[in-house]
């Protein structure tokens, strides 16, 4: 008896921090603590109000102490918390607030008070899907991470060794020459900075530009960016496939629930 009214006070509990008003308060929580992080930002309101900002961090810290406790324990078993790799994102970085609380460590905990906001992540399921699907991503794009490497090095290469001696502010280590290339594969301020005073000592520098960018640029890039949306897609398939089954298994559920139903009626109305 004990251990059943145990399992129902969890089974509270989880209904409880699973509730979509319990998500709502949290949300809001993390929005108040993103202001405040950003509001910290400014000497002239932090350094009058550090107590205020301090209090302020404290009391987010242990309710968000207090909602992973929560989960915790809600959990049947309560280590099949730990089997979610959100669930761990979300425990490090509140335990980081308690371990790091020290004068020693002001600069790391004000940096774990901003990684803090990223816990909407974890607590919206679209953006948890989105990232999900991203992380999916990361074999496919070792490949292009490879390829691109071979790329920006052969063309760090041959730009060392054309244009060292012309133009050693960009070009005049290997260091440099891919920290130049860099810059252009952005496509920031590259014409003006480096091809056009390039071009009045070399004026077929042109060529090496034009094919750097190229591939580098519309080539490459257009690659990250369709192996990205392919898993993204992938994923959002996935979902809806997953969401059929279930609602198959829930219809077949309740047709099978119906035909009970009558089988009891019919008996019943016969005895």
Same mark, same amino acid.
Request: proline content about 3%; aromatic content about 14%; overall charge neutral.
């Given at each position: 008896?004990?251990?059943?009214?145990?399992?129902?006070?969890?089974?509270?509990?989880?209904? %409880?921090?699973?509730?979509?008003?319990?998500? %709502?308060? &949290?949300?809001?929580?993390?929005?108040?603590?993103?202001?405040?992080?950003?509001?910290?930002?400014?000497?002239?309101?932090?350094?009058?109000?550090?107590?205020?900002?301090?209090?302020?961090?404290?009391?987010?810290?242990? %309710?968000?102490?207090?909602?992973?406790?929560?989960?915790?324990?809600?959990?049947?078993?309560?280590?099949?918390?730990?089997?979610?790799?959100?669930?761990?994102?979300?425990?490090?970085?509140?335990?980081?607030?308690?371990?790091?609380?020290?004068?020693?460590?002001?600069?790391?905990?004000?940096?774990?008070?901003?990684?803090?906001?990223?816990?909407?992540?974890? &607590?919206?399921?679209?953006?948890?899907?989105?990232?999900?699907?991203?992380?999916?991503?990361?074999?496919?794009?070792?490949?292009?991470?490879?390829?691109?490497?071979?790329?920006?090095?052969?063309?760090?290469? %041959?730009?060392?060794?054309?244009?060292?001696?012309?133009?050693?502010?960009?070009?005049?280590?290997?260091?440099?020459?891919?920290?130049?290339?860099?810059?252009?594969?952005?496509?920031?301020?590259?014409?003006?900075?480096?091809?056009?005073?390039?071009?009045?000592?070399?004026?077929?520098?042109?060529?090496?530009?034009?094919?750097?960018?190229?591939?580098?640029?519309?080539?490459?890039?257009?690659?990250?960016?369709?192996?990205?949306?392919?898993?993204?897609?992938?994923?959002?398939?996935?979902?809806?496939?997953?969401?059929?089954?279930?609602?198959?298994?829930?219809?077949?559920?309740?047709?099978?629930?119906?035909?009970?139903?009558?089988?009891?009626?019919?008996?019943?109305?016969?005895?």
């Amino acid at each position: 008896m004990t251990e059943q009214k145990r399992r129902d006070w969890r089974q509270q509990l989880a209904s %409880i921090t699973e509730h979509r008003n319990f998500t %709502i308060i &949290i949300m809001i929580l993390i929005f108040i603590n993103a202001v405040v992080v950003g509001l910290e930002t400014y000497p002239e309101l932090y350094v009058p109000y550090y107590e205020w900002f301090h209090f302020m961090d404290r009391v987010l810290l242990w %309710i968000f102490t207090i909602e992973i406790t929560l989960k915790i324990i809600a959990t049947k078993p309560m280590y099949r918390f730990f089997s979610n790799g959100w669930n761990w994102f979300d425990f490090l970085i509140i335990a980081a607030g308690h371990l790091f609380a020290g004068a020693h460590f002001v600069t790391v905990l004000r940096v774990l008070r901003v990684l803090r906001v990223l816990r909407a992540v974890t &607590i919206i399921p679209s953006l948890r899907r989105l990232v999900d699907a991203l992380m999916r991503t990361i074999p496919s794009l070792f490949n292009i991470m490879f390829l691109m490497g071979l790329v920006f090095y052969i063309f760090a290469v %041959i730009g060392t060794m054309l244009y060292a001696q012309a133009f050693p502010e960009y070009f005049g280590n290997l260091q440099r020459t891919l920290l130049t290339l860099f810059q252009i594969v952005t496509l920031e301020s590259w014409t003006e900075a480096v091809l056009r005073p390039l071009l009045e000592v070399r004026p077929y520098s042109w060529i090496y530009f034009i094919s750097f960018v190229l591939i580098g640029t519309f080539i490459i890039f257009n690659l990250f960016i369709g192996v990205i949306v392919n898993n993204v897609e992938r994923a959002n398939e996935d979902d809806n496939d997953s969401a059929d089954v279930h609602r198959k298994d829930i219809e077949s559920l309740q047709k099978e629930i119906k035909e009970l139903k009558q089988l009891i009626q019919e008996k019943n109305t016969s005895d």
